[in-house]
């Protein structure tokens, strides 16, 4: 019997022995794997830190940080970025002044930053113009502000009128744009193929297309108090686009008493334009059973009567400021785009055949002709690819990684958008001008790596009603002008931003006959 036990002890101990042993491997590698099965949660967020690394880049120099280093870049910093990049890779940090930021320039890594981990970097910086577009707080504002549960309801109410996802939304946008483009013509046409600041007339009609479509209201292009609102919210757009010194050294701003003056008496022109000319009588007439355009779906959402969330009349005011500002993003971008097919030969006539052949002479296009022009669309993008617009700067709400690299909360993340649209390894050729590129099998492709409006919560929910309205616009000129630069003009064109200086350029509109 003993002689039948002791095998078996032995077997068992031996199995009991082996259960421990895996069960011990288990643990340890479950320990790795979740940190530590003992530890505490701030221990595991101490233990989780220490595997990841401090960014690399330029050591800093007191005050200024990294600042000087990007000084040569001062037209384009984020062409700066991308030398830089070649010395520290694809994610790397600077000091900008009072401010930690990580720039981040490969796709995967933007991807991780707005998608994958975008609920920690859904914040914006705290720059002191910012809040003074904003009468002194930018959580007002729908572009600027942190993420919130009202940033969330008021991206909510005006998605659906910007989205353009319903037909009768679309309808409306191209019954709006018909009717504004014969101003716009009209104004173009008195011109008698002199150069003309096309910026001005185009910001009118961009403006009057959005007023008529979000407002249902319009003014005339020689009504000055409009067109004021308009060369302010143009001036309030460059100044957003071109950054500011108390950006990075806020212990500037007393230095900056006079812009700081400039900036809130721009602001406040707007603020009551739009309350005394838009909103005030819309308010005091509002009829909730008649929800017509986008003013009435802010109001719909300013009663508070289920004890939900609702909109305060400030940020309905600031929201739809911030959407009429996005007016001149698309008179910006629309002249851009007409010296682009100057500047380029072959772009003009390629243009105007494809409009010849799907509109003829003088029918505006509708929205069903768009799919079909495919070459109009190609060049609208092969441009904003040229512009290379930044991607609005995201804030680290907590602390948190991209890569295997440790970002503080608070750091600045600035996305590489220029990289991502003007490099050789991602584009063919990325300096030249070839709006083919967008056309694979006569159809549209967009490639993953080409984001003008980013992607993810905080993406820019006026795309679609920009390529509408830009569309709309240079298929409609291209369609009754031949367009050209004076010769020997100088036509500044800056990539890594949207704006250009002031009134722009001219542009010689000659009949088509
Ligand atoms: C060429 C034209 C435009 C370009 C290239 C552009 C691009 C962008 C980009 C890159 C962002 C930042 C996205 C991010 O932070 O991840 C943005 C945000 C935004 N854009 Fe645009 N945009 C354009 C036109 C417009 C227009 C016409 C409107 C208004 C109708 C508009 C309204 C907004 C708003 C409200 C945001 C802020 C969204 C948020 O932070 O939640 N944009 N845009």
Redesign the pocket.
């Known amino acids: 019997m003993d002689a039948l036990i002791a095998p078996a002890a032995s077997f068992f101990l031996i199995f009991i022995l082996f259960n421990l042993v895996v069960a011990l491997f288990v643990v340890s590698k479950r320990k790795l794997k979740s940190q530590n099965l003992f530890t505490t949660s701030s221990e595991s967020k101490d233990l989780e830190r220490a595997a990841l690394q401090t960014p690399p880049g330029p050591t800093p120099v007191p005050v200024l940080g990294n600042l000087h280093q990007l000084a040569k870049y001062e037209e384009n910093p984020y062409a700066g970025f991308t030398e830089l990049s070649k010395s520290y890779g694809s994610v790397f940090k600077l000091q900008m002044g009072a401010y930690p930021c990580i720039i981040v320039s490969e796709l995967d890594d933007i991807m991780e930053v ?1 998608i994958k981990k975008g609920q920690h970097f859904d914040g914006r910086p705290n720059f002191m113009r910012w809040n003074a577009y904003f009468d002194g707080d930018r959580q007002l504002s ?2 600027l502000c942190d993420w919130s549960d009202i ?1 969330k309801t008021r ?1 909510n109410v005006v998605r659906p009128h ?1 989205m353009l996802k319903h037909d009768a939304h679309k309808n409306e946008l191209f019954s709006c744009l018909e009717s504004e483009m014969h101003y716009l013509i009209d104004e173009i046409d008195r011109t008698k193929g002199k150069g003309v600041m096309a910026k001005l007339p185009i910001s009118y009609c961009a403006m009057n297309v959005f007023l008529t479509y979000m407002c249902s209201t319009r003014f005339d292009y020689s009504d000055s108090d409009f067109t004021n609102l308009t060369k302010c919210f143009d001036l309030i757009f460059e100044d957003i686009n071109n950054g500011h010194p108390t950006d990075f050294l806020p212990w500037l701003s007393p230095f900056y008493a006079s812009y700081r003056n400039k900036i809130n008496d721009l602001a406040s022109t707007i603020r009551k334009f739009i309350l005394e000319k838009i909103i005030r009588d819309r308010a005091d007439n509002f009829d909730g059973n008649n929800i017509n355009d986008l003013v009435d779906s802010l109001l719909a959402n300013h009663l508070n009567q289920d004890g939900k969330l609702n909109l305060d009349w400030q940020i309905i005011l600031f929201a739809l400021e ?2 009429l500002g ?2 001149s ?2 008179s910006n ?1 629309v002249m851009r785009i007409l010296a682009l097919i100057c500047q380029n030969p072959g772009t003009q006539e390629k243009l105007q055949k494809e409009i010849d052949d799907v509109l003829g002479s003088n029918r505006f296009p509708t929205a069903e002709d768009r799919s079909k022009m495919t070459y109009s669309e190609a060049v609208i993008m092969e441009a ?1 690819r040229h ?1 290379s ?1 930044p ?2 700067p ?1 804030v680290a709400n907590e602390d948190t990684s991209i890569k295997n690299f440790f970002v503080e909360k608070g750091s600045v993340v600035l996305i590489n958008n220029y990289e991502i649209n003007m490099s050789s390894s991602l584009w063919d050729n990325p300096k030249e001008f070839i709006p083919e590129r967008f056309i694979v099998k006569g159809q549209i492709k967009k490639p993953v790596h080409f984001m ?3 992607t ?1 919560k ?6 679609r ?2 390529m509408n309205v830009a569309f709309f616009t240079i298929v409609s000129l291209l369609q009754r002008f031949n367009i050209s630069l004076p010769e020997g003009a100088k036509i500044k064109i800056p990539q890594g931003r ?1 704006a250009l200086e002031g009134d722009g350029f001219p542009v010689i509109f000659t009949q088509r006959t």
């Open positions: 707005l729908l572009a940033q991206r910007l911030d959407l996005g007016s993003a698309i971008v904003l512009t617009s991607i609005v995201h003008p409006f980013s993810g905080r993406s820019c929910i006026g795309s009603i920009f949207i």
